[in-house]
Nanobody, 123 residues
Framework: QVHMVESGGGSVQAGGSLRLSCAVFGDTYGYYCMGWFRQAPGKEREGVAYIDSYGKTPYVDSVKGRFTISQDNAKSTLYLQMNSLKPEDTAMYYC?????????????????WGQGTQVTVSS
């Protein structure tokens, strides 16, 4: 079993920065992918950034160059550094893990989820 807990959300003005953290409890051995998803009111949940067991870090086009996903050396904490934030980045952000050996953009392919942390960007 894996348990994930996000933190670090908040309210910022456009152009500001936030760093989200996701504490990962449990065994994450073998091949897996962890990702950050977000969901705005009335919209579908979308993948934002991912990191797999090989260290590959794909991003959705809308955040490339602004967001950076990383892990600590023990792989017990997942981070999302968000810079140059825009009002359209406003959403609930979730971390998730899938045991698949590749990073999928489909939320239903992820086995574990955190409870979410709210990010609000004002113009």
């Amino acid at each position: 079993q894996v348990h994930m807990v996000e933190s670090g959300g908040g309210s910022v003005q456009a152009g500001g920065s936030l760093r989200l953290s996701c504490a990962v409890f449990g065994d994450t051995y073998g091949y897996y992918c962890m990702g950050w998803f977000r969901q705005a009111p009335g919209k579908e949940r979308e993948g934002v950034a991912y990191i797999d067991s090989y260290g590959k870090t794909p991003y959705v086009d809308s955040v490339k160059g602004r967001f950076t996903i990383s892990q600590d050396n023990a792989k017990s904490t997942l981070y999302l550094q968000m810079n140059s934030l825009k009002p359209e980045d406003t959403a609930m952000y979730y971390c998730a893990l899938t045991w698949r050996p590749y990073c999928s953009p489909r939320p239903n392919e992820y086995n574990y989820w955190g409870q979410g942390t709210q990010v609000t960007v004002s113009s």
